[in-house]
């Protein structure tokens, strides 16, 4: 099984792949490159790389304390199946500099049971998903 390497180093992400693959989403058919690229460099990025290839990203919107937003989880259609959306997920969670966060959440039409594995759980309205984590005690 090819290993997948994860990296928060926003100036390792093949931007024009990436806002291509978000604007042929359900979600993000209604943005552009500029609109995008706000949304990169205003939120914590991760990258999966297999052979040194981008394959997939994530990103977060986060106040680094108490909540965070997951969004933007894609994986290149070739590569889909392999873990890499998992693994996306949880480098966001394992993140160091978000161990405060204990409110997280997120909004999907179809991928529940991935986020589910995690803890997510769904909300009444059938998309917005919550993760409430406890607390971890800061030295």
């Not at 290839?53 to 965070?68: E, I, L, P, S």
């Amino acid at each position: 099984m090819a290993v997948i390497e994860i990296s928060f180093d926003l100036s390792r992400i093949d931007f024009d792949r990436t806002s291509d693959e978000i604007r042929q989403s359900y979600w993000g058919g209604a943005r552009n490159d500029d609109l995008n690229r706000r949304a990169l460099d205003n939120s914590l990025c991760v990258g999966a790389y297999l052979d040194g290839k981008q394959v997939g990203f994530a990103r977060v919107v986060t106040d680094y304390a108490c909540f965070a937003y997951v969004c933007d989880v894609i994986v290149w259609a070739e590569h889909r199946g392999l873990g890499i959306g998992k693994t996306l997920i949880q480098a966001l969670l394992d993140h160091p500099e978000l161990q405060s966060v204990t409110g997280w959440s997120l909004r999907t039409s179809d991928a529940h049971s991935l986020y589910e594995r995690f803890g997510f759980v769904t909300s009444a309205d059938g998309m917005y998903m919550r993760f409430a984590r406890q607390p971890v005690a800061q030295a």
